[in-house]
């Protein structure tokens, strides 16, 4: 049976196992660029700090979520999130981070971020920026984008998500899971609720 009970780094190793470069996870305006894993970072020694979310102007009491996913673009950022919370008040907390309180959040993605080698199609290599399709050119500085839209996906321990589910309504921008449901990302109902958390969810056709 799945860790009902996951540790930070047992749950960042499981994020990690998810895709760091996609458009299928979550699909792309008119199918074109890709999301970029921004968080948790690679475990490999050196690896450069990834992006954080900052209030408009602010450049401490940032936040670094588990798992970020960006689509990046020239005016703009898309977020995907997704908090692993080891207890109630632990939820709390992190729900209180994106609450719509009528203010905006950025996202700070750091240059050697950008300029990092990613791995694309075939084993290549290609810098972050560039393996994303959706910058025309290098950036020279650390790039603050606003957020357009943010979506986030909360983790309780298995003995708690009963309770909670009884008791309480998500957001309009919440959606939830137990640890154990994290490692089997590539089930059918687990993709499908993750394919609703993308901007092209809203429309149809």
């Given at each position: 049976?799945?860790?009902?009970?996951?540790?930070?780094?047992q749950?960042?190793a499981i994020l990690?196992?998810?895709?760091?470069?996609?458009k299928?996870l979550?699909?792309?305006p008119?199918g074109?660029?890709?999301w970029?894993?921004?968080?948790?970072?690679p475990?490999?020694?050196g690896?450069?700090?990834?992006p954080?979310?900052?209030?408009?102007?602010?450049?401490l009491?940032?936040?670094q979520?588990?798992g970020?996913w960006?689509?990046?673009?020239?005016g703009?950022?898309?977020?995907i999130?997704i908090?692993?919370c080891?207890?109630?008040?632990n939820?709390?907390?992190?729900?209180?981070?994106?609450?719509p309180f009528?203010?905006g959040?950025?996202?700070?993605?750091?240059?050697?971020?950008?300029?990092?080698?990613?791995?694309v199609q075939r084993?290549?290599?290609?810098?972050?920026w560039?393996?994303?399709v959706?910058?025309?050119?290098a950036p020279?500085?650390?790039?603050?984008?606003p957020?357009?839209?943010?979506?986030v996906?909360?983790a309780?321990?298995?003995?708690?998500?009963?309770?909670?589910?009884?008791n309480?309504?998500?957001g309009?921008?919440?959606?939830y899971?137990?640890h154990?449901s994290?490692?089997?990302y590539?089930?059918?109902?687990?993709?499908q609720?993750?394919?609703?958390?993308?901007p092209?969810s809203?429309?149809?056709?």
């Amino acid at each position: 049976m799945a860790n009902g009970q996951l540790s930070d780094a047992q749950a960042k190793a499981i994020l990690r196992t998810w895709p760091t470069r996609t458009k299928k996870l979550w699909h792309t305006p008119g199918g074109v660029g890709y999301w970029m894993q921004a968080q948790p970072k690679p475990p490999a020694p050196g690896a450069t700090a990834g992006p954080t979310l900052n209030s408009p102007g602010a450049d401490l009491f940032n936040t670094q979520p588990d798992g970020l996913w960006i689509y990046m673009k020239e005016g703009y950022a898309d977020v995907i999130i997704i908090e692993v919370c080891g207890n109630i008040q632990n939820v709390n907390d992190k729900r209180s981070r994106y609450a719509p309180f009528g203010h905006g959040l950025v996202v700070r993605c750091p240059l050697p971020w950008l300029l990092e080698n990613v791995t694309v199609q075939r084993g290549g290599q290609k810098p972050r920026w560039q393996a994303s399709v959706t910058l025309a050119t290098a950036p020279t500085a650390d790039m603050m984008l606003p957020v357009r839209h943010l979506r986030v996906l909360i983790a309780i321990p298995n003995a708690s998500f009963k309770s909670w589910r009884e008791n309480n309504t998500p957001g309009p921008h919440e959606y939830y899971t137990q640890h154990s449901s994290l490692n089997s990302y590539t089930g059918p109902k687990f993709q499908q609720l993750l394919r609703g958390m993308s901007p092209a969810s809203h429309w149809y056709p």
